[in-house]
T-cell receptor
Framework: GIQVEQSPPDLILQEGANSTLRCNFS?????LQWFHQNPWGQLINLFY???GTKQNGRLSATTVATERYSLLYISSSQTTDSGVYFC??????????FGKGTTLSVSS | DAGVIQSPRHEVTEMGQEVTLRCKPI?????LFWYRQTMMRGLELLIY????????DSGMPEDRFSAKMPNASFSTLKIQPSEPRDSAVYFC???????????????FGAGSRLTVL
């Protein structure tokens, strides 16, 4: 099956810093989503982005489908950005397959 | 909409007992998914339904696990008998299915944390 690899596995930032999270996938996909799992365990959908670039406030994401990767940018990080960020993909006829996640800790 | 509703939020039970987790998807969503999250294995798909019909149950770990969707607004995941290694957070998610964009954007419930002693 398709492999989804995220990097880095862990990231520690000071408040105000910028960061880039990466997601590589091993085959073509129909769907790619980024999720944030907050410290209370809730999974929040950040972006649906099978290709192209989207922005939502301090967060933006870019997917280059032909090269099989996606990037999530977090600018001016805040402590509330802490948690685990997951990339998940769908191939035709399947459900979302998740990567292992990037654990982000933002300190004040 | 209230989102995807799961119950119970927390369940502590003893090995050998039956466990039933419940999920109410978002109204109008055609797809329903059950995922399990553990530290060791991350987020794993267990089973998903389309229009109440199970499509892929290859992720169900053993015959002890079963899932049903008797109607569009309710699904259950049952474990019988439960074992300590079943301890995990079980998430239910729903999506509107393939629309004009071929999207399957999932919305997750808050999860049910199961502890089997």
């Amino acid at each position: 099956g398709i492999q989804v690899e995220q990097s880095p596995p862990d990231l520690i930032l000071q408040e105000g810093a910028n960061s880039t999270l990466r997601c590589n996938f091993s085959d073509s996909v129909n769907n790619l989503q980024w999720f944030h799992q907050n410290p209370w365990g809730q999974l929040i959908n950040l972006f649906y982005i099978p290709s192209g670039t989207k922005q939502n406030g301090r967060l933006s994401a870019t997917t280059v489908a032909t090269e099989r990767y996606s990037l999530l940018y977090i600018s001016s990080s805040q402590t509330t950005d802490s948690g685990v960020y997951f990339c998940a993909v769908i191939q035709a006829g399947t459900a979302l397959i998740f990567g292992k996640g990037t654990t982000l800790s933002v300190s004040s | 909409d209230a989102g995807v509703i799961q119950s119970p939020r927390h369940e502590v039970t003893e090995m050998g007992q039956e466990v039933t987790l419940r999920c109410k998807p978002i109204s109008g969503h055609d797809y329903l998914f059950w995922y399990r999250q553990t530290m060791m294995r991350g987020l794993e798909l267990l089973i998903y339904f389309n229009n109440n019909v199970p499509i892929d149950d290859s992720g169900m770990p053993e015959d002890r696990f079963s899932a049903k969707m008797p109607n569009a607004s309710f699904s259950t995941l049952k474990i019988q008998p439960s074992e300590p290694r079943d301890s995990a957070v079980y998430f239910c998610a729903s999506s509107p299915g393939t629309g004009a964009f071929g999207a399957n954007v999932l919305t997750f419930g808050a999860g049910s944390r199961l502890t089997v002693l």
